[in-house]
Antibody, heavy 120, light 108 residues
Framework: QVQLQESGPGLVKPSETLSLTCTVS????????WSWIRQPPGKGLQWIGY???????NYNPSLKSRVTISVDTSKNQFSLKLSSVTAADTAVYYC??????????????WGQGTTVTVSS | EIVLTQSPATLSLSPGERATLSCRAS??????LAWYQQKPGQAPRLLIY???NRATGIPARFSGSGSGTDFTLTISSLEPEDFAVYYC??????????FGQGTKVEIK
């Protein structure tokens, strides 16, 4: 079955750029939408944005000026970059499969999540 | 941005009891609402999509209903593994997708 794995630095300095990658295994990245979601410690979930395998994107307006999501179909990966980070960006970051062009079935596959702390 | 308000914040019930969770949207989301279960230290798990469709492998004791602005997740008879936090999430026509603040179902 399809599995997702997030990877990237667990510690990022304030004002720097957070970079994470989600690797898709057990299936193809093609034909699907892929989202990033985050969860600050002890708080709820926030959708960051999604990318279609072809490269089209949609971002949360509250983060849009700082977010870039990209895809590498040859590696079956998609990535998140969040610039100018502050302590408020400290969170567990999840990647998830978020529907396909042929139908929507919810965010049905999630990575285990990776904790990113913003601190000097 | 569509705001989702979940109630109650906490639900204290015993195993075997029926759980009814509510999610209200600030504007109509048609049927485009999903429910997720999250246990401590784990990623969310999809339960219901498009208001009433159970995701693959989800037990029949979980059911969803509603449309427009008012939605309900019902767990017909709580099992020990059902005690967790539940989130609703909408995907209306325009992003951002948003989540409710969560309802914690705890053991009474």
């Amino acid at each position: 079955q399809v599995q997702l794995q997030e990877s990237g630095p667990g510690l990022v300095k304030p004002s720097e750029t957070l970079s994470l990658t989600c690797t898709v295994s057990g299936g193809s990245i093609s034909g699907y939408y892929w989202s990033w979601i985050r969860q600050p410690p002890g708080k709820g979930l926030q959708w960051i944005g999604y990318i279609y395998y072809s490269g089209s994107t949609n971002y949360n307006p509250s983060l849009k000026s700082r977010v870039t999501i990209s895809v590498d179909t040859s590696k079956n990966q998609f990535s998140l970059k969040l610039s100018s980070v502050t302590a408020a960006d400290t969170a567990v970051y999840y990647c998830a499969r978020d529907g396909s062009i042929t139908g929507y079935y919810g965010m049905d596959v999630w990575g285990q999540g990776t904790t990113v702390t913003v601190s000097s | 941005e569509i705001v989702l308000t979940q109630s109650p914040a906490t639900l204290s019930l015993s195993p075997g009891e029926r759980a009814t969770l509510s999610c209200r949207a600030s504007h109509s989301v048609s049927i485009y609402l999903a429910w997720y279960q999250q246990k401590p230290g784990q990623a969310p798990r999809l339960l219901i999509y498009d208001a009433s469709n159970r995701a693959t492998g989800i037990p029949a004791r979980f059911s969803g209903s509603g449309s427009g602005t008012d939605f309900t997740l019902t767990i017909s008879s709580l099992e020990p593994e059902d005690f967790a936090v539940y989130y609703c999430q909408q995907r209306s026509n325009w992003p951002p997708w948003t989540f409710g603040q969560g309802t914690k179902v705890e053991i009474k």
